[in-house]
T-cell receptor, first 114, second 115 residues
């Protein structure tokens, strides 16, 4: 099976712009979670989507949003970009049958905000 | 609320030596525990996880970890490391109640294996 794919792999934006990142989960996986990784804060949970519904949300401002489509593909959007949004954004997919499941990560999208 | 502390930010070690990467967690509820590895410019890969049962968990690439509930620890070990084990290692926890996939992460330990 193909792994989790994320597009684009790299992005450069300027402050105030918005950005949309895409994640395609492993075939058959119904849950997609998003994480932000920065050198200072490490890995932080953004949100999880399952069956097109947000099931869980981390402590990020409302500028960060996401959605999931009927084929389980997910997008996250960041509006009004700030310098501090520069990070590696990782998505992970899982079967969503139980807790403690393995989450499979994509390679990430590296966002640089200038 | 849960938290994870990885006690060493960097661990240098010589090839073929044993290594232990330390992880402590804090939680008021039962948790699942995970170790992930991140190679340069790659995503995260699961090494092993503890859900229940035997406290000694074996994972991929010769790694193992022991869950110690009384010390709230989940240290990762390998008896003999290779150059290829050089990577960033992350410990994570999730709430064991319900169908929860939110992972709380430690800040990572950078393992540098030297020849």
């Amino acid at each position: 099976k193909a792994g989790v794919t994320q597009t684009p792999r790299y992005l450069i934006k300027t402050r105030g712009q918005q950005v949309t990142l895409s994640c395609s989960p492993i075939s058959g996986h119904r849950s997609v979670s998003w994480y932000q990784q920065t050198p200072g804060q490490g890995l932080q949970f953004l949100f999880e989507y399952f069956s097109e519904t947000q099931r869980n949300k981390g402590n990020f401002p409302g500028r960060f949003s996401g959605r999931q489509f009927s084929n389980s593909r997910s997008e996250m959007n960041v509006s009004t970009l700030e310098l501090g949004d520069s990070a590696l954004y990782l998505c992970a997919s899982s079967l969503a049958r139980s807790g403690g499941e393995t989450q499979y990560f994509g390679p990430g999208t590296r966002l640089l905000v200038l | 609320a849960q938290s994870v502390t990885q006690l060493d930010s960097q661990v240098p070690v010589f090839e073929e030596a044993p290594v232990e990467l330390r992880c402590n967690y804090s939680s008021s509820v039962s948790v699942y525990l995970f170790w992930y590895v991140q190679y340069p410019n790659q995503g995260l890969q699961l090494l092993l996880k503890y859900l229940s049962g035997s406290t000694l968990v074996k994972g991929i690439n010769g790694f193992e970890a022991e869950f110690n509930k009384s010390q709230t620890s989940f240290h990762l070990r390998k008896p003999s490391v290779h150059i290829s084990d050089t990577a960033e290692y992350f410990c994570a926890v999730s709430d064991a109640a319900g169908n929860n996939r939110k992972l709380i992460w430690g800040l990572g330990t950078s393992l540098a294996v030297n020849p």
